[in-house]
């Protein structure tokens, strides 16, 4: 299995665009989790997902910030307009359904974006 | 909701030396405690974990110990080698979730 695959690794951005972020889970794994790290901040939870479900979405900033799961294999994070500050590195992880005993989480690669 | 507290936020210690990282939790419920490393510019790897029907667990130079009365668990890397400089993350699960603490930044000087 290639791992969690993120795309695109690297984006910059002009403030006021739209940025989309992309992120294919483990095949198998049930759960998809959005994080966003900086210096500042360190790293927080932004969204998860279980069976393709928002479960928890109170890490998102506000509503220029939305994300979807329209299948087991795909989720984006969507920012529109974008800002500065949210320049951060963003990863997605995934891990295996807790009753099969999984609790580790595979994170991607991130992507890092910057918005000027 | 778990809440999940790591001390400290820095450490520098000196190549060959022994460092200590402490996290406490708040949900009794919780069983599985994971410590995640990242380096530099890379995404945090499971480095080891630990269940709740366990004390200890050692992998080689890294261990990880569980107090669950008390409601902490701590990593234990011996013998530091430069390439253990890196951030340090415990955690640990809610249902379909998982708390993470804010990070240690440990820096080992050779």
């Known amino acids: 299995d290639a791992g969690v695959i993120q795309s695109p690794r690297h984006e910059v951005t002009e403030m006021g665009q739209e940025v989309t972020l992309r992120c294919k889970p483990i095949s198998g794994h049930n759960s998809l989790f959005w994080y966003r790290q900086t210096m500042m901040r360190g790293l927080e939870l932004l969204i998860y997902f279980n069976n393709n479900v928002p479960i928890d979405d109170s890490g998102m900033p506000e509503d220029r910030f939305s994300a979807k799961m329209p299948n087991a294999s795909f989720s984006t994070l969507k920012i529109q307009p974008s800002e500065p500050r949210d320049s951060a590195v963003y990863f997605c992880?995934?891990?295996?359904?807790?009753?099969?005993?999984?609790?580790?989480?595979?994170f991607g690669p991130g992507t890092r974006l910057t918005v000027l | 909701g778990e809440n999940v507290e790591q001390h400290p936020s820095t450490l520098s210690v000196q190549e060959g030396d022994s460092a200590v990282i402490k996290c406490t939790y708040s949900d009794s419920a919780s069983n599985y405690f994971p410590w995640y490393k990242q380096e530099l510019g890379k995404r945090p790897q499971l480095i080891i974990d630990?269940?709740?029907?366990?004390g200890e667990k050692k992998d080689q130079r890294i261990a990880v110990t569980l107090n669950k009365t008390a409601k902490h668990f701590s990593l234990h890397i011996t013998e530091t080698q430069p390439e253990d400089s890196a951030v340090y993350f415990c955690a640990a699960p809610i249902p379909n979730d998982m708390r993470f603490g804010a990070g240690t930044r440990l820096t080992v000087k050779p």
């Open positions: 630990i269940r709740s029907n366990v």
């Open positions: 992880a995934s891990n295996p359904p807790r009753l099969a005993g999984g609790y580790e989480q595979f």
